[in-house]
């Protein structure tokens, strides 16, 4: 049963940094692509980045590009996100998702989110 947990998220203030963690269980990590989506308040969800199985192809959403990295562990079944260069638009709930883009609209293969708020 696929279980992802996410943490690493806080308040922070513009121009700090935060690292999100995934922990996976339930499948087999190594399989699949995986993917950083997020949602903030009154919007729907929106892509951020997706990294292939073996952690060599990864694909960025143009607003967040040159500011955060992905990367994964497949010997730990763990996905990260370092975000430098937080803004306040990068405020929203981040979420691990397995799969690629299309998981943007496959609720259950997501975790439950961890909170990132980044002040002015």
């Known amino acids: 049963q696929l279980q992802l947990v996410e943490s690493g998220g806080g308040l922070v203030h513009a121009g700090g940094s935060l690292r999100l963690s995934c922990a996976a269980s339930g499948f087999t990590f190594s399989d699949y692509h995986m993917t950083w989506l997020r949602q903030s308040p009154g919007k729907g969800p929106e892509w951020v980045v997706t990294?292939?199985?073996?952690?060599?192809?990864?694909a960025y959403a143009d607003t967040v590009k040159g500011r955060f990295t992905i990367s994964r562990d497949n010997a730990k079944n763990t996905l990260s996100l370092q975000m430098n260069n937080l803004k306040p638009e990068d405020t929203a709930l981040y979420y691990c998702?397995?799969?690629?883009?299309?998981?943007?609209?496959?609720?259950?293969?997501w975790g439950q989110g961890t909170q990132v708020t980044v002040s002015s």
């Open positions: 998702a397995r799969g690629g883009r299309n998981t943007l609209t496959m609720r259950r293969e």
């Open positions: 990294i292939d199985q073996y952690g060599d192809k990864t």
